[in-house]
């Protein structure tokens, strides 16, 4: 892992769903500090993982194209964005599935539905458990 600063400054989500951006925006914004910058596409989260570097990243699994799993592996590739912590919001959360989000190195999981009132705390407990490793 990255050394890390204390708080967290820079969140990146990726995530197609137009409605699902809406509330985590709202949310974050209200609930915190962070700067959050969102991408819609693998593609597009990978370019701007690059250039922003981050402090975390959440990504939906199920996206068309590059879907979240294919994008932590290309994540992994640049330096710029190898070392910074990366947790999935996703409906799929059996025990199986968390193992392999676990094995391509996410921090944690972030289950689909999500209460808006209680998503910075899980951003900061997933932050917490990721950066005192």
């Not at 330096?79 to 799929?92: K, L």
């Amino acid at each position: 892992m990255r050394t890390n600063p204390k708080h967290i400054k820079t969140v990146l989500i990726v995530e197609d769903e137009e409605d699902i951006i809406e509330i985590l925006r709202i949310a974050i914004e209200y609930n915190s500090d962070f700067n959050v910058f969102f991408a819609k596409t693998g593609p597009e989260g990978l370019q701007k993982a690059i250039i922003l570097q981050p402090d975390l990243i959440l990504l939906d699994v199920l996206m068309p194209g590059m879907n979240g799993l294919e994008l932590i592996e290309e994540l992994r590739v640049f330096p710029e964005t190898a070392t910074i912590p990366v947790a999935f919001i996703t409906s799929r959360v059996q025990k199986n599935e968390i193992q392999e989000y676990q094995k391509r190195g996410a921090i944690g999981v972030i289950e689909k539905p999500f209460a808006p009132l209680e998503i910075t705390a899980k951003i900061y407990t997933l932050w917490n458990e990721a950066t005192t490793k």
